[in-house]
């Protein structure tokens, strides 16, 4: 058994980054292979109105375009071994990254967080009827207790996370084939392979296509801020691309099945109460919710694990250990609220309207001002290269808000997620260029290419 993690904010040895790409994609596919992600699939097909495969290309689409950015932006958790919020300065400046991204990422996390576990407690909710007695376990009672049991997991630390999941992706593999063989078997024909293929009540259009290709891809973007935290215990760039991108890409298409074929045959957003009423086995509706209790650990475990070493990012002295236990707390008690879940959609959506024009900031920044190269050493000095204005990178706080602005005041179909991240990009990089023309030397230099 692994021991309880010790490293804070500081970058990894290199000698401890052992973590290769396979050890890498069990984690972000056991990461995204959750509750949550069968709900959102169900919902692409209930409310965006997509066939089945429709609704898997629009979430494959909106994972690979949110990946093609975050493999970039993680460079700094493999080339350093940083974590993502402390990356942020170079962007943000020493204090930007610590009151404005690492607040962020400690919202979206611990919102995160409470949607598995509510997810969670639905779908235990939804079997627990369907036992013999036809038992009702209240919700939130149920999501709390889980919330209890991942926080718990959480505050643990990398190694053991790495540990745990090596035992829970086979069970959350198992859940998923359990359930694809419920549909597939069942004699009731709403369940039949080629009826749900086909999708009779589903119509695809371009604002149900375009809408879930932003809520996936603002969903992932919300890890903008902590990518890093994934990989930095990773060797090579090589790795964390394979690790990361296939992990991500194979996830979407199995949970994206998984939760919109049972919403194609029902019409239902929560794919386990479908799942309830494919069978009267007690013993098998047992085993269904104990696989949903093991199957949240994933994300729940990453989100305060990553939410924790970006509050330490904020506030230094209270540890990693104090910091996740401080998150954890907040996270349980945002699970007693159903409303995160049954509006899963909307509040992604509110989410990713940060996430999107702060990812365009950061690759503009890391890839054009930055040239991919960061001062370590300055990243952990207030008055070093990335100070800025009193700490804060006026230029790129200017460009989120601007690019945030655009976000909102577009609709669906016209992509919002992309019109958001190519804002962002174009508004820091023409501050930027503006700012050296009014005042040359407020423009730090790109650190010295090692």
Avoid at 55 to 71: D, F
Avoid at 84 to 107: C, D, E, K
Avoid at 257 to 283: D, H, R
Avoid at 376 to 399: C, H, M, S, T
Wanted: positive net charge; contains cysteine.
């Amino acid at each position: 058994m692994p021991s309880v993690e010790e490293f804070g904010v500081e970058p990894i040895p290199a000698e401890l980054r052992t973590v290769g790409w396979r050890d890498l994609f069990a984690i972000n596919f056991t990461f995204f292979l959750n509750p949550v992600m069968y709900l959102l699939g169900a919902f692409a097909v209930v409310d965006g109105g997509l066939p089945l495969w429709w609704a898997v290309a629009a979430m494959v689409v909106g994972q690979g375009l949110a990946y093609a950015a975050l493999v970039i932006v993680a460079q700094p958790g493999v080339d350093y071994g940083l974590p993502g919020q402390v990356a942020m300065r170079a962007t943000l400046g020493f204090w930007g990254a610590r009151l404005l991204s690492s607040p962020y990422r400690v919202v979206a996390a611990t919102y995160w967080f409470a949607a598995q576990a509510l997810t969670g407690g639905l779908g235990i909710q939804a079997l627990v009827r369907a036992l013999p007695g036809h038992h009702h376990l209240p919700l939130v009672p149920i999501s709390l207790c889980l919330a209890v049991f991942h926080a718990a997991l959480a505050v643990l630390g990398f190694d053991v996370m790495r540990w745990l999941l090596r035992v829970v992706l086979p069970v959350s593999l198992a859940f998923t084939a359990i359930l694809i063989g419920l549909y597939v078997s069942t004699g009731d024909p709403h369940f039949a392979v080629g009826r749900v293929f086909a999708s009779p009540h589903q119509h695809l259009t371009w604002v149900g296509f375009a809408k879930y290709v932003t809520v996936m891809c603002g969903a992932s973007l919300t890890l903008v801020g902590n990518i890093a935290d994934f990989c930095r215990y990773t060797p090579t760039r090589r790795d964390m691309r394979i690790g990361l991108v296939t992990s991500a890409l194979a996830a979407a298409v199995v949970t994206t099945f998984v939760g919109g074929y049972a919403a194609a045959a029902t019409g239902e957003t929560n794919p386990f109460v479908a799942v309830s009423l494919l069978t009267s086995s007690t013993v098998l509706l047992v085993v269904l919710a104990a696989a949903i209790v093991v199957q949240g650990i994933a994300a729940n475990i990453t989100n305060v694990y990553t939410a924790g070493l970006s509050l330490v990012n904020s506030v230094p002295p209270l540890g990693r250990v104090r910091a996740t236990l401080l998150v954890a707390a907040g996270a349980v008690t945002l699970s007693g609220f159903p409303d995160f879940v049954h509006h899963a959609q909307n509040w992604i959506t509110h989410l990713g309207n940060v996430a999107a024009p702060l990812t365009g900031v950061v690759l503009a920044d890391y890839l054009v001002r930055k040239r991919q190269q960061i001062d370590v050493q300055a990243l952990f000095d207030p008055d070093g290269r990335y100070r800025y204005l009193n700490g804060v990178n006026v230029e790129a706080i200017l460009a989120v808000a601007g690019a945030v602005a655009v976000y909102y005041a577009l609709p669906h179909s016209w992509l919002k997620v992309a019109w958001g991240i190519g804002a962002g990009a174009a508004i820091y990089l023409g501050l930027v260029a503006l700012t050296r023309l009014v005042a040359p030397q407020a423009a730090p230099a790109a650190p010295p290419v090692p």
